[in-house]
């Protein structure tokens, strides 16, 4: 079983702050257990060529390859700088940047060629919850965005209620247990994949990992707030391992 735990920097760290918490994260060393930043671009490439132990995605990437696309970011110029794969399909890139599920899945298909990972976000939104639509929602996100995806070697998924992201109130476990059975048996029926790697992110803190940890089989957490402080992540890894 693979475990893994991100931290999502989104748009917060200097380069300072960013070195501090690599130096005090990449002290962490279990070979049982996988620890990826999503940090923001300009720090990949620093970041990637002086830290061990420590994975450095981005959190977005281009839908275009190159060209007169002003201010993108393509995979050629993420490779480039050592970065492992990327966050694809955020919630805030959904719902703040209007990315649906077509140009989510352009960008999958875009890391895969290029032999990149990708975790990819999905989740309801707390109005699809409350009308019931929380399974057809997460069915339709994942057959959308996967359209045409065969290496599932490098696919990640992150199950991220948009209602649990960044309020301090993760989903209640027995959801979530409900949830990764849910998902588990999508990649069944629609992939033939047995083994998808699922983290579970929303509100995620030293105390929730401890709950996902012993009373789920997922393999990990996508986190935000809570794995800034770098003395709080470690303490939520300890309590994973
Ligand atoms: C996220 O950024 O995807 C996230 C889960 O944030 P938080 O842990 O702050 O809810």
Redesign the pocket.
Known sequence: MKYVLVS?W?ANFTLDEACKWFELVSNFNNPGLRIIASVPYPYIQFLAQNYRNIDVFSQNVSHVLGGAYTGEVTISMLKSVGFKGSIIG?SERRHIFNESDDVINKKVLILENNSSEIILCIGETLIERNEGRTKDVLYNQIVNCLRGFVNFNLLTVAY?PVW???TGVPIKIEDLVDAERFIRKIFKQEFNVDDIVLLY????DKEFIKLIKNETTMNGA?????SWDPQNFLKIIHNFV
Do not use: R, T
């Not at 992110?201 to 995620?204: E, H, P, T």
């Not at 996508?222 to 809570?226: D, E, N, P």
């Open positions: 999502n989104k955020h991220e649990a992201i960044g992110g929303g509100s995620v996508l986190i935000g707030s809570a």
